[in-house]
């Protein structure tokens, strides 16, 4: 199957700063990723789609302002939690569209885990 | 998409048959079955996906209902490292959207 990758797979930073998140899909091109948020004991949450070139759409209850997504290339799409309160500690997973079969596939990249202190 | 109903929880003693059941009784005539698994602290896993045919993979084999109503995933020797939760996904393929994860089932794989 196609390789999602995440960087970094797991960062602590101070409540008040911005984390970075990056998402790639590494052997084939992703017009549209989806990022995921994931609270322990709990299902996996939309929060954002992704659209290669174009304004991200978010899930209600979901804040643009907080949440900054950048989808800059075909294989790249990055989440920026920006201000990070111990609250946004989560396990946040992309997944990317794999256009290449007859019926279009999403795979998934491991993951990063927040904590923030 | 419709909506899935999948048993909480399941165990199955290592190297037999894992049988995880799937109702969808909902789906429509354009709605694929999706299976994905997400083992602890890592992101989901594609497994296999069907329209109406049963189909067989390096992983799993899935088997739909001929009323497509409910599907059955079949890891055929489960080993400690299938120990996972098993989502079950019916959504229209190539829609664009995104998949929508209900609870799962948790598999123990048990030696």
């Known amino acids: 199957g196609a390789v999602v990758s995440q960087h970094p797979s797991w960062v602590i930073c101070k409540s008040g700063t911005s984390v970075k998140i990056e998402c790639r899909s590494l052997?084939?091109?992703?017009?549209?990723m989806f990022w995921y948020r994931q609270f322990p004991k709990q299902s996996l949450m939309l929060m954002a789609t992704?659209?290669?070139?174009?304004?991200?759409?978010?899930e209600q209850g979901v804040e643009k302002d907080k949440f900054l997504i950048n989808h800059a290339s075909l294989t790249l799409s990055t989440l920026t939690v920006t201000s990070a309160h111990p609250e946004d500690s989560s396990f946040y997973i992309c997944s990317a569209r794999d256009l290449r079969l007859a019926q279009e596939t999403q795979y998934f990249g491991p993951g990063t885990r927040l904590l923030v202190l | 998409d419709a909506k899935t109903t999948q048993p909480p929880s399941m165990d199955c003693a290592e190297g037999r048959a894992a049988n995880l059941p799937c109702n969808h009784s909902?789906?429509?005539?354009?709605?694929?079955v999706y299976w994905y698994r997400q083992i602890h602290s890592q992101g989901p896993q594609y497994i296999i996906h069907g329209l109406k045919n049963n189909e067989t993979n390096e992983m799993a084999s899935l088997i739909i209902t001929e009323d497509r109503k409910s599907s059955t995933l079949i890891l055929p020797h489960a080993t400690l490292r299938d120990t996972a939760v098993y989502y079950c996904?019916?959504?229209?393929?190539?829609?664009?959207?995104?998949?929508?994860f209900g609870g799962g089932t948790r598999l123990m794989v048990k030696p």
């Open positions: 996904i019916v959504r229209v393929a190539n829609a664009g959207n995104m998949l929508t």
């Open positions: 909902t789906i429509s005539g354009n709605e694929y």
């Open positions: 052997d084939f091109q992703a017009t549209t």
């Open positions: 992704s659209n290669e070139g174009s304004k991200a759409t978010y």
